[in-house]
Nanobody, 128 residues
Framework: VQLQASGGGLVQAGGSLRLSCAVS????????MGWFRQAPGKEREFVAA????????YYGDSVEARFTISRDNAKNTVFLQMNSLKSEDTAAYYC??????????????????????WGQGTLVTVSS
């Protein structure tokens, strides 16, 4: 499966951005899509995840109520709507696909071992 992330850019604090992740290849083989981010000098951090089948969503504590993940099954695309952006949201954002391994819970979907395909990052810079 191939993942193509887009939509990053420079935005002022308080503004909004919408990231997209186009999925191609063996799309039927994957069960969950996630967004992670990594700021310079920091570890990769979970942002949000969504299951293809039932649209169950999961969010990182730092983005809850500000970010929304959604998917368009017909277009094999996952979106991340980011509102009320803060300077601490500045990072490279990566989309990832995870294989089906049963209907798991938050612990599984919010960690990188739950994903086996990664796209290139798209940079989000929030100026204060």
């Amino acid at each position: 499966v191939q993942l193509q992330a887009s939509g990053g850019g420079l935005v002022q604090a308080g503004g909004s951005l919408r990231l997209s992740c186009a999925v191609s290849g063996r799309t039927f083989s994957h069960h969950v899509m996630g967004w992670f981010r990594q700021a310079p000098g920091k570890e990769r951090e979970f942002v949000a995840a969504i299951r293809w089948s039932d649209a169950n969503t999961y969010y990182g504590d730092s983005v809850e109520a500000r970010f929304t993940i959604s998917r368009d099954n017909a277009k094999n695309t996952v979106f991340l709507q980011m509102n009320s952006l803060k300077s601490e949201d500045t990072a490279a954002y990566y989309c990832a696909a995870g294989p089906f391994s049963g209907y798991r819970g938050r612990y599984h979907y919010t960690r990188t071992p739950g994903y086996d395909s990664w796209g290139q990052g798209t940079l989000v810079t929030v100026s204060s």
